[in-house]
């Protein structure tokens, strides 16, 4: 089994910033793209950011430059540094994560979501 934990979302006014953490935990044996997604109510779930295990990273437009993926191997972790928020980011954010799993291959999982609420 494999579990995601997410934390960092909240309330924020617009202009400031927020950090997310998804973090995976069990027979983990490799992990290769890290991702985060969002879902506005009555829109569709959307990619946020993602990154590679060799670290390569890819933004959508409407985040670039001022939000930055990142991910720690050892921790089995990805994070997303938002700043410049602005009241259209906000929405449930959820990670996910492409997972290889010992003697089970691989699969996408995914957090539980956190609210992320961007006040104008």
């Known amino acids: 089994q494999v579990q995601l934990v997410e934390s960092g979302g909240g309330l924020v006014q617009a202009g400031g910033s927020l950090r997310l953490s998804c973090a995976a935990s069990g027979s983990i044996s490799s992990i290769n793209s890290m991702g985060w997604y969002r879902q506005a109510p009555g829109k569709q779930r959307e990619l946020v950011a993602a990154?590679?295990?060799?670290?390569?990273?890819n933004y959508a437009d409407s985040v670039k430059g001022r939000f930055a993926i990142s991910r720690d191997n050892a921790k089995n972790a990805v994070y997303l540094q938002m700043n410049s928020l602005k009241p259209e980011d906000t929405a449930v954010y959820y990670c996910k994560l492409h997972v290889t799993r010992w003697f089970h291959g691989s699969n996408d999982y995914w957090g539980q979501g956190t609210q992320v609420t961007v006040s104008s």
């Open positions: 990154i590679t295990s060799g670290g390569s990273t």
